[in-house]
């Protein structure tokens, strides 16, 4: 039995959990590596093989990925490479059994931040994933982001798919949740329409089905209010498109 989309329990904390894909097809050091994940306060996912990798990505939010070389279908360093690529604010752990100097610099020069050779005691693993996680985190403390007369404001690193409420508490986004952001904040004053929406995602306008976007602005704004439930982020302009109607600072590439 492969590991395919196994999540683990969380521990409880109150901020924002990191997010974790682990992308190994041995179900029982999966398996075992999400339980120490999930214990050291991480939200790990676990995904057996490319594919399962790009569907999840595609949907949930994440910040770092565990990859093993030696998959089924997409070898792992054709992922790391690809990732790096593509999404290069994801950090990028090689765990594996291919050990040898030229495998180890393979994977360096593909894109990995680091590689660790099977058998690796967790207490490494876990502290090569907390180092990189500070890293990818570095960044001047996200307080309240004070606007020009001094009110608060939300702040969108968009590199970091992160949000921050004005009260300064950070929201791990999805990438089609930042897109969507990005756009929104980009247009306002104005309202942005269904057609930029769509052309931030990428998609063809003329093809699109505009359900998913009405679809993903709720699951936006709804995570937006449970955050920060003091007044509405996002309103909807009838016959046009969609609203930020609270102010947001840092908007970065």
Same mark, same amino acid.
């Given at each position: 039995?492969?590991?395919? #989309?196994?999540?683990?329990?969380?521990?409880?904390?109150?901020?924002?959990?990191?997010? &974790?894909?682990?992308?190994?097809?041995?179900?029982?050091?999966?398996?075992?590596?999400?339980?120490?994940?999930? +214990?050291?306060? %991480?939200?790990p996912t676990g995904l057996a093989h490319g594919a399962a990798l790009d569907a999840h990505l595609a949907s949930e939010p994440c910040r770092l990925v565990v990859l093993d070389l030696g998959l089924p279908g997409e070898d792992g360093l054709?992922?790391? /490479?690809?990732?790096?690529?593509?999404?290069?604010?994801?950090?990028?752990?090689?765990?594996?059994?291919?050990?040898?100097?030229?495998?180890?610099?393979?994977?360096?020069?593909?894109?990995?931040?680091?590689?660790?050779? *099977?058998?690796?005691?967790?207490?490494?693993?876990?502290?090569? &994933?907390a180092n990189l996680l500070r890293r990818l985190d570095a960044a001047p403390d996200a307080g309240p982001a004070p606007q020009a007369d001094g009110?608060?404001?939300?702040?969108?690193?968009?590199?970091?798919?992160?949000?921050?409420?004005?009260?300064?508490?950070?929201?791990?986004?999805?990438?089609?949740?930042?897109?969507?952001?990005?756009?929104?904040?980009?247009?306002?004053?104005?309202?942005?329409?269904?057609?930029?929406?769509? /052309?931030?995602?990428?998609?063809? %306008?003329?093809?699109?089905?505009? +359900?998913?976007? /009405?679809?993903?602005?709720? #699951?936006?704004?709804? *995570?937006?209010?449970?955050?920060?439930? +003091?007044?509405?982020? &996002?309103?909807?302009?009838?016959?046009?498109? %969609?609203?930020?109607?609270?102010?947001?600072?840092?908007?970065?590439?």
């Amino acid at each position: 039995m492969m590991c395919n #989309r196994l999540a683990a329990p969380v521990a409880s904390s109150a901020a924002p959990r990191a997010p &974790i894909a682990l992308v190994d097809d041995n179900a029982l050091l999966c398996a075992e590596l999400l339980f120490h994940l999930a +214990h050291a306060g %991480y939200a790990p996912t676990g995904l057996a093989h490319g594919a399962a990798l790009d569907a999840h990505l595609a949907s949930e939010p994440c910040r770092l990925v565990v990859l093993d070389l030696g998959l089924p279908g997409e070898d792992g360093l054709s992922i790391c /490479e690809r990732l790096r690529r593509t999404r290069p604010e994801l950090g990028i752990v090689v765990l594996t059994g291919r050990g040898t100097l030229q495998h180890r610099l393979d994977g360096l020069r593909g894109g990995a931040d680091a590689y660790l050779v *099977k058998p690796v005691p967790v207490e490494e693993l876990l502290l090569v &994933i907390a180092n990189l996680l500070r890293r990818l985190d570095a960044a001047p403390d996200a307080g309240p982001a004070p606007q020009a007369d001094g009110a608060p404001a939300w702040r969108l690193d968009a590199r970091r798919l992160l949000a921050t409420t004005p009260a300064g508490r950070a929201l791990i986004l999805t990438r089609v949740e930042c897109l969507l952001l990005r756009a929104l904040a980009r247009s306002a004053p104005c309202p942005a329409t269904r057609r930029q929406l769509v /052309e931030a995602l990428g998609g063809n %306008y003329l093809e699109f089905d505009e +359900h998913r976007i /009405e679809v993903a602005v709720s #699951r936006l704004r709804g *995570k937006l209010a449970r955050a920060w439930p +003091h007044a509405p982020a &996002i309103r909807t302009v009838r016959g046009v498109g %969609y609203l930020l109607v609270q102010p947001w600072l840092a908007v970065t590439a």
